[in-house]
Nanobody, 116 residues
Framework: QMQPVESGGGSVQAGGSLRLTCAAS????????MAWYRHPPGKQRELVAS???????HYADSVKGRFTISKDNAKNTVYLEMSSLKPEDTATYYC??????????WGKGTLVLVSH
């Protein structure tokens, strides 16, 4: 089973924080990058943040300074620390794992709901 498993979503008030977790399968050293995408209701899916094997990161402009992506190689896990959450951060968040010698695998998603 190569599908990554997300957890940590939930409901929070604006200004609050959440931490999402994505557990990947297989050899962590065969992973090219891991990323978080989100799909807001009525909008297109968008990249939130990514982290490559060398630890380099990329963030969408809308989350810079508020979200932090990190990984734990020993646990095959990537995290997304989200703070100063806004109602517009409401979305289903998906984990994407890209393997060097294989396809991408997507998780089933975890819902984040930010209320006013």
């Amino acid at each position: 089973q190569m599908q990554p498993v997300e957890s940590g979503g939930g409901s929070v008030q604006a200004g609050g924080s959440l931490r999402l977790t994505c557990a990947a399968s297989g050899d962590i050293f065969s992973i090219n990058y891991m990323a978080w995408y989100r799909h807001p209701p009525g909008k297109q899916r968008e990249l939130v943040a990514s982290i490559r094997a060398d630890g380099s990161t990329h963030y969408a402009d809308s989350v810079k300074g508020r979200f932090t992506i990190s990984k734990d190689n020993a646990k095959n896990t990537v995290y997304l620390e989200m703070s100063s959450l806004k109602p517009e951060d409401t979305a289903t968040y998906y984990c994407d794992v890209d393997y060097r010698h294989g396809p991408n695998y997507w998780g089933k998603g975890t819902l984040v709901l930010v209320s006013h």
